[in-house]
């Protein structure tokens, strides 16, 4: 079977008719080759190990959909590839999509949607009370990309990934400052990154400089860096506050779900979770001895379980069998 894939990035005029082409240009020029968010780092990374696997796909053919509306569209994301075009072909939709299923209530009659990825077992839970036709599908992490540097790189004993999104100024003073703080009363040496400000090629530069990592984040529905750093043989102690989902767009007065997680695959060989500024100093007296006894085995973890290969592959038949129970 060849995959019809599609996936694009909303892109609309400004101020005059047509001006988007323009302004990609002006873009690029400027700014250089645009950085990949996590739902198209979600795209690529399916198509790559599609690609080494050697099963055959095509990206946004409309044409060949329409004259064969019979076959299974594979619409990665994001929403507005839903209304590109008027869809006759049974749809397999995500995982990167929607943030929740109140974004489109009237999806299924719209459209004719047989299947829902989201890329988590916290995401599945909290959809399937409004869809019943879902799953959870992780893609891959390229560990030929992210791998393990030598002993002799590691120069910085912690790495802190700062992807606090939401009241920064309030988590800065309550938790991220404490935690720093700590690590330097601890005679620890500490580099520190921004989601959002670098470049893949500076977080890898990065992790080949450190012998581990925290990471800060309210929670994530799949956690693309956080295993881009496992893979590279990089224990984390996770920030893992739990509670309700507090997307601001949708908490409280929209969603109340809970509980959410920070790192969501996740198993002992990856490190150690701690729950806030009052249980961080002792979590990571405790994470710090089993790193300098190198216990940890984070790679390991994402080999067995999330692969290229390995996740392109669960796809494909995921696809496939979706594909003979629609014809």
Not at 81 to 92: E, G, H
Not at 155 to 172: G, Q, S
Request: hydrophobic letters at 35%; charged letters at 30%.
């Amino acid at each position: 079977m060849i995959l019809n894939l599609f996936y694009e990035e909303p892109e609309g005029d400004r101020w005059l008719p047509f001006d988007r082409y323009p302004r990609r240009i002006v873009r690029r020029v400027v700014r250089g080759p645009a950085r990949p968010g996590g739902q198209k780092r979600v795209f690529l990374n399916l198509c790559a190990g599609l690609d080494r696997l050697r099963l055959p796909y095509r990206v946004n053919d409309y044409r060949h959909a329409r004259k064969a509306p019979h076959e299974l569209a594979c619409i990665i994301g994001k929403p507005c590839v839903l209304d590109k075009v008027v869809w006759q072909n049974p749809i397999l939709l995500g995982a990167a999509i929607y943030s929740h299923p109140i974004d489109d209530p009237g999806l299924f009659e719209r459209l004719p949607v047989k299947q829902v990825l989201v890329p988590g077992p916290w995401y599945e839970d909290m959809y399937k009370p409004h869809w019943t036709c879902v799953q959870s599908w992780p893609v891959g992490i390229d560990t030929e990309s992210w791998t393990v540097a030598p002993p002799s790189a590691k120069t910085v004993d912690v790495l802190v990934y700062d992807k606090v999104r939401w009241e920064h100024e309030r988590y800065e003073a309550e938790l991220i400052a404490p935690i720093g703080a700590a690590l330097r009363k601890a005679g620890r040496s500490v580099e520190e990154i921004r989601y959002g400000s670098y470049e893949e090629d500076d977080f890898r530069a990065a992790l080949s400089r450190a012998r581990s990592m925290i990471f800060l984040c309210e929670h994530e529905s799949q956690g693309i860096a956080y295993q881009q750093a496992l893979s590279c043989g990089v224990p984390i102690l996770a920030w893992d506050r739990g509670g309700p989902w507090r997307d601001p767009s949708y908490y409280p007065e929209r969603v109340v779900y809970g509980p959410v997680t920070s790192v969501p695959y996740w198993d002992a060989r990856c490190g150690m979770k701690f729950t806030g500024a009052p249980d961080f100093e002792a979590a990571w007296r405790h994470f710090w001895e089993l790193v300098r006894d190198e216990t940890y085995r984070p790679r390991d973890y994402i080999l067995e379980t999330l692969t290229l290969e390995r996740r392109a592959r669960e796809y494909y038949d995921i696809a496939q069998n979706l594909s003979e129970r629609s014809n």
